[in-house]
C-alpha cells in the first residue's frame, strides 16, 4: 500500500521542523509512505523507512530556467518520486498534457518514479472516462511500453480535491478497473478528500495500490490512524 503525503504549499520553517521530526516517528507498518513536500524542504528531509517526493519538475534540463527545479537536481536530493499533472497546476499553472509529457520524460531520464494525476472536472463527471483516457494517452506519448508501467497512477476527481465530498466506492472501482484494463501493469491511487471518516466507505483497498493525501497529510496522527486501518 502507497501513501503519498501531499503538503502542497504548507508549513514556515519551523514547524516543517515539528512536523518532520514527529513524521519520522510513524509506524509506517507495510505501506510505502512518500513525503512529498514543499521543494524548499526537499533537502532537509532523509529518513530511511520514508521515501521522498517533489510536488513538481521542470519541463526542461538544468539551465537558465529561472526559478524552476530540473530532474536532475532532484535526483541529486535523493528525490525517488515525483508528482505531474496535479489538477491545482493544471488549473493556476496552465500545465497542459504536452508540458506533463516533457516532465515525466525529463523524470524518468533521472529514474525518478512520476505519479501521474488525473481526473475529471464537476462538469465532466458524465465523461469521466474519456477525460481521464485523453489525460493518460497524452501525457505518456512517445513513451516505451516499458517505461509507460513505471508511472503511478493517481486518481484525483478535481471536484473532490479539498472538497470533502468523495465519489461512491463503487464509481472509484470501476473507473480504476476501467483504467487498469488500459494500463493493466501500472499502480494506481486514489486521491480526492480521503479522512479517517470515509476511508472504510471508500472501502476500494482491494482496487486501489494506496492513496494520495492532500489535507491529511498535515495532521500524522490522523495518517497513524489511516495506517493501521489499512494495514490490519
Ligand atoms: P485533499 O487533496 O486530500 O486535500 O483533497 C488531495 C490532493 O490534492 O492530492
Given at each position: 500500500m502507497i501513501i503519498a503525503l501531499n503538503n502542497k504549499c504548507n508549513f514556515t520553517q519551523e514547524e516543517f521542523d515539528e512536523y518532520q521530526k514527529k513524521l519520522k516517528q510513524l509506524?509506517?507498518?507495510?505501506a510505502q509512505v512518500i513525503l512529498l513536500p514543499t521543494s524548499i524542504y526537499l533537502s532537509q528531509f532523509k529518513d530511511d523507512n520514508i521515501a521522498l517526493g517533489s510536488q513538481n519538475v521542470s519541463?526542461?534540463?538544468?539551465?537558465?530556467?529561472?526559478g524552476e527545479i530540473s530532474a536532475s537536481q532532484l535526483k541529486s536530493l535523493n528525490v525517488k518520486y515525483c508528482l505531474v499533472g496535479h489538477s491545482e497546476r493544471r488549473k493556476?499553472?496552465?500545465?497542459?498534457n504536452q508540458d506533463i509529457n516533457k516532465k515525466i520524460k525529463q523524470l524518468l531520464a533521472e529514474k525518478i518514479t512520476p505519479i501521474l494525476c488525473i481526473g475529471e472536472k464537476r462538469s465532466e463527471k458524465d465523461i469521466a472516462i474519456n477525460i481521464l483516457m485523453t489525460e493518460l494517452c497524452e501525457a505518456l506519448i512517445g513513451l516505451s511500453q516499458e517505461e509507460a508501467n513505471k508511472i503511478i497512477i493517481a486518481y484525483e476527481p478535481v471536484w473532490s480535491i479539498g472538497t470533502g465530498i468523495i465519489p461512491s466506492a463503487e464509481k472509484i472501482t470501476k473507473i480504476v478497473e476501467n483504467i487498469k484494463k488500459h494500463y493493466p501493469n501500472n499502480k494506481i491511487l486514489y486521491g480526492g478528500s480521503v479522512d479517517n471518516d470515509n476511508i472504510q466507505q471508500l472501502s476500494v483497498k482491494k482496487t486501489v495500490d494506496g492513496y494520495l493525501l492532500g489535507r491529511l497529510s498535515l495532521q500524522l496522527e490522523s495518517i497513524q490512524k489511516l495506517i493501521n486501518e489499512l494495514e490490519n
Open positions: 509506524n509506517t507498518r507495510n519541463s526542461h534540463q538544468m539551465g537558465p530556467h529561472t493556476e499553472q496552465k500545465e497542459t
